[in-house]
């Protein structure tokens, strides 16, 4: 894949989050988003959701970073572009100081696995407040730069959960030659 393609996903990818994210305000009561048939019909039609509860950890440079959705944002994508099937997960803690996302290329499935075709990291150091961003670098596509696996994926009516795994390599620079970090994390979420 090359890098406009990446650029152009990644780009989509992140401008529909946005849209989510503004939406739902997790500042306001979530009861009422929860209770709307309009946003349960958006979760079983498309299979996109955004987790009312459970976790999404990340492990990078020996440090683990924990969102819960009961306090920050965390959705479960599904895009259909192009013909191009991808899926993933973002999230975006509650004070807007740290956001992660991640996709792979496939159909989201019951105990399947891709490749990573999109990641990044950004966050805010408490003491400093500099902020720092973390990407796929350019050569990100030359070599294999992770596995997202999802161990469960329910989209019913009674049961919308998405579980898994992921291992990725980002870099702070886009440069060709970037030195690249391993990220480790894994998710539990559901939407009630």
Known sequence: MGTKKFTFL???LAMLLSAVFT??????????????????ALSSSSGSFIATTGELSITFN????VFNAEEDSIAFV???????????????NDIHSMSFGISGLGEAANKSSTKVEGS??????????????FTLSQSAHEMDLGKLSLKKYTNNKDDVAAKGT?????????????????????????FK
């Open 10 to 12: 990644f780009f989509m």
């Open 23 to 40: 939406s739902c305000r997790k500042d306001e009561d979530l009861q009422g988003f929860t209770n709307d048939k309009d946003s349960t």
């Open 62 to 65: 020996d440090s683990t970073y």
């Open 78 to 92: 599904r895009v259909d572009t192009a013909g191009n099937k991808y899926f993933g997960i973002t999230a975006i």
């Open 120 to 133: 990044q990291f950004l966050f805010a150091n408490e003491n400093t407040k500099a902020a720092s961003s």
């Open 166 to 190: 992921f291992v990725t390599y980002l870099a702070s620079d886009t440069g060709k030659n970037a030195t690249l970090y391993k990220v480790t994390g894994k998710f539990d979420i559901r």
